[in-house]
């Protein structure tokens, strides 16, 4: 095309080329907003650690701790899991579960919801700051992820990150269980399903015996039998809480080794009930039950036997 020929034919080529180029543009921009509107939605979801200190009645410094979820945007979301770490700014952080704020079906619009968590932190080495984390499925059936660095990214690797082994080299042991403590549910699950495979003897049924609550002590009996519940079985990393003082640990079929579980994650497994005591000696988690998860209410308090003597 000759540059000095302006006449009507050059004219509507370049009127076809700007209305072709407006049209990308203009799609460019939709995209944009879209994309947007999804963020936007996911944006509102938030968690946080508050780690302070306040003077006690008898003028002594008290420690709190708690996280806090809120969902500051207009639309609920689903299948909430918060996690909480500890690390340093820049650094890696160490999980330490969900601790005590239990996995939320549905958080709608406008919700903000807060959990103690100073008491199970209590044996628990913490290096650097208390953060956490939390992930969900928006009504688009999108997951989202708010990591501990604060940041919101789409959730695509979900199912791969949420079934890793803790053989990998890359992966510590307790960066996957959490620390080990009479604190964390799981690691006393973790202890248990480990004394449970050692040769019968004194000193397994004495471990075994200080792993469990008194109350369930006749259910158990000498133990024997209670490994081949567990054979074939792996174990979750995540707790759930359904109510204070009850916990629940996972043990999924057909796993051979711990798993991390970061997300609600449907599969057959044996459900160990734990009962935080602080009437004992270490203060913590005791193994109550195993089999089915036991309903919080049929949990007896202490030094109350159960109404059956079936803890399995």
């Keep these: 095309m000759d540059l000095t020929d302006w006449s009507a034919e050059t004219w509507g080529a370049i009127g076809s080329g700007a209305t072709a180029l407006a049209f990308l543009v203009s799609a460019w921009a ?3 907003q879209v994309k947007d ?13 508050d780690d302070r200190y306040q003077h006690g009645d008898a003028g002594e410094m008290v420690r709190l701790v708690s996280v806090t979820l809120k969902n500051a945007g207009t639309h609920p979301v689903f299948d909430v899991q918060v996690g909480v770490g500890y690390g340093h700014f820049g650094g890696n952080v160490t999980s330490i ?13 406008g919700a903000e919801w807060a959990w103690p968590i100073q008491d199970l932190l209590r044996s628990v080495e913490i290096e650097g700051r208390l953060v956490a984390e939390v992930s969900f499925r928006d009504p688009a059936n999108r997951w989202w992820l708010r990591d501990f ?3 919101v990214k789409r959730w695509r690797s979900r199912m791969r990150r949420s079934l890793k082994r803790i053989n990998d080299d890359e992966i510590s042991l307790d960066a996957v269980l959490g620390a080990m403590s009479w604190e964390n549910p799981v690691s006393v699950a973790a202890a248990f399903w480990t004394a449970l495979g050692e040769p019968p003897s004194p000193e397994r049924t004495a471990e075994l015996t200080a792993l469990c609550t008194p109350e369930s002590l006749p259910a158990w009996g000498d133990f024997d039998g209670i490994a081949e519940m567990l054979s074939g079985h792996g174990l979750a990393s995540f707790p759930a809480y359904p109510a204070p003082g009850v916990s629940y640990v996972k043990f999924p079929e ?4 711990a798993i991390v579980v970061s997300g609600p994650t449907l599969m057959a497994a044996k459900i160990m009930t734990l009962q935080y005591r602080d009437d004992l000696e270490p203060h913590g988690w005791r193994v109550f039950a195993l089999g089915t998860p036991i309903p919080p209410e049929s949990v007896p308090p ?3 036997m159960p109404k059956t003597e079936e803890a399995l």
């Design 30 to 32: 939709l995209g944009l």
């Design 149 to 151: 660095a604060g940041n």
């Design 37 to 49: 509107r999804r963020r936007t939605a996911a944006e509102g979801v938030t968690v946080w650690v």
């Design 254 to 257: 057909n796993i051979d080794e």
């Design 97 to 109: 579960g969900p601790l005590a704020v239990p996995t939320k079906p549905v958080l709608p619009p």
């Design 302 to 304: 202490p030094g109350v």
